[in-house]
Every structure is written in C-alpha cells, then in structure tokens.
C-alpha cells in the first residue's frame, strides 16, 4: 500500500467549475501537509499547506483536512486555464532526528478546459 | 532572496558513467533534500542534509551518495548510471530550524537537473 496515494486522472473540469483534488494517507503520525503544483516540464511550486483539522483558505484555493479519516483535499474554485497542472499531496510525518521528513503521493494531472 | 538554484540544468551520460549534481538552498536555509522524478513512480526521496550531516535516507542503492558543505550547498553523486537512472533530479531547501514550526519544514524547490542515460 502507498504511503501517500492520489489519482491520477487526468482529471477534467469545465473553467469557472469548482475543482475537488484528493489525497489519502496511511502514516496516522502525520502532522503536516501539502500541495504543490507543477507545470508541465517544470518545478513544484507550494501552493497550499494545513496543519489542523478543517478548512483553510487562500484565494480561489481551499485546503480540506480530516486526520480521522486520513484524508486531505485541495478545492479549487472558478478554475482558469492556467490551473492545468499536476497537483501534488505531500504528507510530512516526524523523523527519528525531529525534523519532518515528506512523502509525495504520484500527482493528479488536472485539466481546465475553457 | 534568490530562490533553490540547482546546476546543470540538462546532462546527457552513458551507461557506467558517473555524475555530480550540484544544489544551492535558498540563503539562510540549512537542509537540503533531493528527490528523483520519473514519470512512472512520481516524486521519490532520496536524501536530506542537514548542517552537512545526513538525517534520512530513501530506498536508493548505494550508488546515490550526497554530501553537505558548510554553506549549505549540496552535491548529490550517481556512479555508474544504468538506463533506469534517467530522470528530473530535484532539490529542495528548508530552514530546518528556529521558533516557528508551522515554516521551518516547508520545502522549496529548485528548477531541477534533467538527466538523461544513453
């Protein structure tokens, strides 16, 4: 089983529609987490991060955490064209030195079609 | 603040060739972690460096090595590259330290070394 798991679509959805991006975990010990976006042929980019449970806003993006439930979304609202990317969840869970050590789940390719 | 600058950007080897890729953290952050991407198995953590000491290790083989300098700035090594080892080889910094603990784990990436093995 995938410590970090999302699925990777791709995901469609019409511009101006709000855009639901789901990420499941199993190290119940996590304690942060992430989403990043990456364009095509480029770099992750933090976008989004939550610690508690509940919502978090920022813009047009809502992070969504239910550590019950070992789940976490990304909620996109009025998605653009320039919103198609691949969403990746990263889950940060204490290491044995104290630091946080992060596991990427494999992305969700999302594609706003005007 | 310049952002995670990762050198070179493009590396074209062959099979039994070794290779150094070089990474500067955004200044002031001490830990520097390097992932490998491939488009099959997404994004898998290879190391961390933290005041030139390594704190975490991945599932790699021994062939993938690293080192920290007292600057930050890191280098990551594959020896005798196979075909399986192509690949976007990014790194990414964090402050790793002080009060605030929500921003000390937050990791930023570079642009990446995509290296490909012929």
């Known amino acids: 089983q995938k410590e970090v798991e999302q699925n990777s679509g791709p995901l469609s959805v019409p511009e101006g529609a709000i855009a639901s991006l789901n990420c499941t975990y199993s190290?119940?010990?996590?304690?942060?987490f992430f989403w990043y976006r990456q364009y095509s042929g480029k770099s992750p980019e933090l976008i989004m991060f939550?610690?508690?449970?509940g919502d978090k806003e920022d813009g047009r993006f809502t992070a969504q955490l239910n550590k019950a439930s070992q789940y976490v979304s990304l909620l996109i609202r009025d998605s653009q064209p320039s919103d198609s990317a691949t969403y990746l969840c990263?889950?940060?869970?204490?290491?044995?030195?104290?630091?946080?050590?992060?596991?990427f789940g494999t992305g969700t390719r999302l594609t706003i079609i005007p | 603040k310049a952002g995670v600058t990762q050198t070179p950007r493009y590396l074209i080897k062959t099979r039994g060739q070794q290779v150094t890729l070089s990474c500067s953290p955004i200044s002031g952050h001490r830990s520097v972690s390097w992932y490998q991407q491939t488009p099959g198995q997404g994004l898998q953590f290879l190391f961390e460096?933290?005041?030139?000491?390594?704190?975490n290790k991945g599932n790699f083989p021994g062939r993938f090595s690293g080192r920290q300098f007292s600057n930050s700035r890191s280098e990551m090594n594959v020896s005798t590259l196979e075909l399986g080892d192509s690949a976007l080889y990014l790194c990414?910094?964090?402050?790793?330290?002080?009060?605030?603990?929500?921003?000390?784990?937050?990791?930023?990436f570079g642009a990446g070394t995509r290296l490909s093995v012929l």
């Open positions: 460096y933290f005041s030139e000491t390594q704190r």
């Open positions: 990263a889950v940060g869970a204490l290491s044995n030195f104290g630091n946080e050590k992060l596991t």
């Open positions: 939550i610690y508690s449970n």
């Open positions: 990414a910094s964090s402050l790793a330290e002080g009060q605030d603990v929500l921003a000390k784990n937050i990791q930023y």
């Open positions: 190290d119940r010990g996590s304690q942060s």
